[in-house]
C-alpha cells in the first residue's frame, strides 16, 4: 500500500519564526490533506491539496504531484500553533480511507 | 452549519463488555469515516459507510462493527473490548465522492480496564 513519510518528526521553534513540513508519499494519489492536532485530540482540516498552491492566512501548501511530496509552510509562528500536524493522502477507490503519515509535532515557544 | 458530533466524549469501560459510539455528520455528508489513533500505530482506518452501506473496510477484527443509518448518523460497535483497544476513536464527514476534505469530529476517549 501507500506509504507516508512526514518530515521532521519533531520541530520547536521561536515564537515569529517560520517553518516547513514536508509529506512523502509512494504512489499516485488524487487526495492529499493537512490537518493540525490541537492538544484536545481533535484534527482540524488546513488543506485540501491532492496539488498545487493554497494559502489560508499565515498557512500555505504546495503539493507536486508528480513527485509525490507536499509541503506545510507556517509563518510567523505562534504558540497556538502547536501541536502535531498530519499529513493523509487517498488514492482510486481508497473510499474514506485516508492514509495518514506520523505526524510532525511542532512547539513553538513564546 | 453544525460540524460533526461524536458522542460521548469519555468512556471507561470493562474488559469484555461492549461499547458503541456516535457519530453525526455535517448536513448533507453521506459519508462518515472511523479512525482509531494510539500512540503506537497512530491513525488507523477501521471502516467506511456511505448511504447506510459499508464501502470500505480497514485490517481491524471482526469485534469492530458499524452501521449508517438513513440520516446518515453512523455508530460503531466493539464487543469483547481488550485493553489495547484503549483509544481515540475518530469519525470524519465527507461527500463521499473521494475528492474534497475531511472534516473530524472531537473524538471518543474509550479507556478499557
Known amino acids: 500500500g501507500i506509504q507516508v513519510e512526514q518530515s521532521p518528526p519533531d520541530l520547536i521553534l521561536q515564537e515569529g519564526a517560520n517553518s516547513t513540513l514536508r509529506c512523502n508519499f509512494s504512489d499516485s494519489v488524487n487526495n492529499l490533506q493537512w490537518f493540525h492536532q490541537n492538544p484536545w485530540g481533535q484534527l482540524i482540516n488546513l488543506f485540501y491539496i491532492p496539488s498545487g498552491t493554497k494559502q489560508n492566512g499565515r498557512l500555505s501548501a504546495t503539493t507536486v504531484a508528480t513527485e509525490r511530496y507536499s509541503l506545510l509552510y507556517i509563518s510567523s509562528s505562534q504558540t497556538t500553533d502547536s501541536g502535531v500536524y498530519f499529513c493523509a493522502v487517498g488514492y482510486g477507490g481508497s473510499q474514506g480511507n485516508l492514509i495518514f503519515g506520523k505526524g510532525t509535532k511542532l512547539s513553538v515557544k513564546p | 452549519k453544525a460540524g460533526v458530533t461524536q458522542t460521548p466524549r469519555y468512556l471507561i469501560k470493562t474488559r469484555g463488555q461492549q461499547v458503541t459510539l456516535s457519530c453525526s455528520p455535517i448536513?448533507?455528508?453521506?459519508?462518515v469515516s472511523w479512525y482509531q489513533q494510539t500512540p503506537g500505530q497512530g491513525l488507523q482506518f477501521l471502516f467506511e459507510?456511505?448511504?447506510?452501506?459499508?464501502?470500505n473496510k480497514g485490517n481491524f477484527p471482526g469485534r469492530f462493527s458499524g452501521r449508517q443509518f438513513s440520516n446518515s448518523r453512523s455508530e460503531m460497535n466493539v464487543s469483547t473490548l481488550e485493553l489495547g483497544d484503549s483509544a481515540l476513536y475518530l469519525c470524519?464527514?465527507?461527500?463521499?465522492?473521494?475528492?474534497?476534505?475531511?472534516?473530524f469530529g472531537s473524538g471518543t476517549r474509550l479507556t478499557v480496564v
Open positions: 470524519a464527514s465527507s461527500s463521499g465522492t473521494g475528492i474534497y476534505g475531511y472534516t
Open positions: 459507510y456511505f448511504s447506510e452501506t459499508q464501502r
Open positions: 448536513s448533507g455528508h453521506r459519508s
